[in-house]
């Protein structure tokens, strides 16, 4: 049965939540072999031959360079006599009930909080500094925290609102020093954040950077989770979610990777015990629940905000 995963808008069989793993990035070449698949199914030597436009290539070549460019691509599969198609592999799921499913308390969550340079990864702002706080069994087994150098400028009003500057990090590694760090510290669990598109778009931004990967994986929202759980709370901020299970956030901790991590995976922990109080017991049944979150209508008499560009002043992203 395929549907609409909650957490980050992809469709999606029901069964086991994918961890956090890298897969090959897209490239021109990859866009061929998806449009000359769209017409059917075909060997390895037309494949190729149209792709990379050569002619008379021996078989046994045809079929290392198409394993070389597809076979980490889950856009493509193998159809029974050998060929190419355009559509993934039946994914391994648990089985059509949500008894064949392990329970909540059994999977392994990755919570990640970043500080950058600026809110917008697509324009090069750059990670400042990642925590990853791995919470298994209803605890928090391992925390990996380190300061980033973004290999450009922090802006003053950044370095205001979170307290990283310059000679903070100046003499720390790069991203691409400690991807397989966080690549280690990430594996094997679902991506979980407070604004969780935010932290994924600019860790995907920065593996791509270092490795020429990308990230792919189920993600968990704790601002989205909490909308269902705690309706009646005035914000979702990791402020107030934060105050509302009583987790303290030490003084200095705010808007610093780590501070927010722990935070984050504390509340994740009571969002997953009150998750159980309604009846979610497995992966399914939460994004179930999540998903019928009821949509509040818009408020009255707000001022509608100007188009034009405005500098960023506050922390916009927990």
Known sequence: MEHVDPMSGTRLERGAPAAVATRATSSLL???AADFLKAGPASSQQLVSSVCQLSALPADIAEHLALTLLREHPRFSRTGDGGWQVGEAAPRVWGTSYA??????????AVVDVETTGGRSENGDRITEIAVATVR???IIDVYETLVNPERPIPPFISQLTHISWPMVRDKAPFRGIAE???RALEGSIFVAHNANFD?????????RATGREL????LCTVRMARRFLPQLRSRSLDWVA????????????HRAGGDAIATALCLIAMLRD???HGCDKWSQLETYIANTPRLGRRRGRRRLSGMPRPVDKDTTA
């Open 30 to 32: 990859i866009e061929r």
């Open 100 to 109: 064949d499913e392990p329970l909540l308390s059994e999977l392994s969550f």
């Open 137 to 139: 069994g209803g605890k």
């Open 181 to 183: 760090d966080v690549l």
């Open 200 to 208: 994924w778009r600019f860790v995907n931004s920065e593996v791509r």
């Open 216 to 219: 792919t994986g189920r993600r």
């Open 243 to 254: 105050g509302h299970y009583n987790v303290e956030i030490p003084e200095g901790r705010r």
């Open 275 to 277: 998750a159980r109080a």
